[in-house]
């Protein structure tokens, strides 16, 4: 295409640990993952790792740094723990063979690690205040990033950039799709489409409820899903549509589900929408699994306390569902009708 170890087994805490055990969902499982916040976790290709981006606080020198931790899925076991950004690690994705890792902050820099070595194998100063969104090419050459005003395209091994275009606002987390062919960020009550061939918007999806806040992509790049709000204080409105990103056509629209999302994901096969926030601004977080065929709703947990779920991932085979909330990662296992039959 061209563009214009040794560590240390992790605590397992069965279902009678917090959040609330969930209805329809199997053998939760809780990590203890970072000190301080879970702020970012994606699944491996092959489903069988977990990596979860976070901080670690050392309290000699009082300063914190971004952590980095791989898990095993089924055992809950640590498999490897990687330092080298200076501050939270904010966003991550694996390339599509599984071998590579990417890494983004607000340090400057984006960092490829080896999955299998758990070393370092690339840094690239970015030319922003940080990394806000992250996405490989289906061959794994290429790296996208995302600043808040521009979009960067380098070589994944050598981090020379390939091409770059600037994007409209500089709201939310921005996205890539899993073919690497659209870029989609937040912009006020929109979401702008890009071609990341030729950097251009071709398509904005409009009447949001209002601020558009999380993105999510289907595994096969066919299903948008787009979460927005909007306030009069101090009651928050919120709003989860899903649209056909190839021709701008809304398929549905899910009001007051979940007011403030916080985080958002949908499965690989785009049945269900997995959704978490709270009723307003503050309290207790709820993660709710929807079925987009017919609207009907799931509580899948509630956190019960002050900790905010900071972000939500399917595995690949869409069988688990994974979940950061304040210093922990969630696992459950996921029936294939969590929801039952209509």
């Known amino acids: 295409m061209k563009y214009a170890w040794n560590v240390p087994t992790a605590l397992l805490l069965l279902a009678a640990g917090s959040p609330s055990a969930a209805d329809g969902l199997k053998e939760r499982v809780v990590l203890p993952a970072h000190e301080e916040w879970v702020y970012c976790l994606a699944f491996a290709p092959d489903g069988k790792t977990v990596a979860t981006g976070g901080r670690q606080h050392n309290r000699q020198t009082g300063q914190s740094a971004g952590e980095l931790k791989l898990w095993d899925v089924d055992t809950g076991k640590q498999r490897a723990v990687m330092y080298g950004h200076t501050s939270e690690i904010r966003v991550l994705a694996f390339a599509p063979d599984g071998k590579a890792l990417a890494t983004g902050t607000t340090d400057n820099a984006i960092k490829v690690w080896d999955v299998e070595t758990a070393k370092e194998a690339l840094s690239v100063r970015t030319a922003e205040f940080g990394a806000y969104g992250l996405g490989f090419s289906p061959d794994g050459k290429t790296l996208g990033y995302a600043g808040h005003l521009a979009v960067r395209l380098v070589d994944a091994a050598t981090g020379r950039e390939l091409a770059s275009f600037r994007r409209r606002g500089r709201d939310g987390t921005p996205i890539f799709s899993s073919d690497f062919k659209t870029f989609v960020a937040p912009n006020h009550q929109d979401a702008d489409l890009y071609d990341i061939v030729t950097g251009k918007v071709r398509l904005v999806l409009e009447d949001h409820r209002g601020s558009v806040s999380r993105l999510a992509f289907s595994a096969d790049g066919k299903t948008l899903a787009v979460a927005s709000y909007r306030s009069e204080y101090p009651k928050y409105?919120?709003?989860?549509?899903?649209?056909?990103?190839?021709?701008?056509?809304?398929?549905?629209?899910?009001?007051?589900?979940?007011n403030m999302v916080r985080a958002m994901t949908l499965s690989p096969d785009g049945k269900f929408v997995a959704v978490a926030g709270s009723k307003e601004l503050t309290g207790p977080n709820d993660i709710k699994l929807i079925d987009v065929a017919t609207g009907r709703e799931l509580r899948v947990a509630?956190?019960?306390?002050k900790d905010w779920v900071s972000c939500l991932a399917f595995s690949p085979d869409g069988r688990r569902l994974a979940a950061g909330i304040g210093k922990t990662v969630t696992l459950w296992e996921v029936p294939s009708d969590p929801i039952g039959s209509k």
């Open 302 to 305: 509630t956190t019960g306390g």
């Open 237 to 258: 409105f919120g709003e989860i549509k899903l649209w056909d990103p190839a021709t701008g056509r809304e398929r549905a629209t899910f009001k007051d589900v979940i």
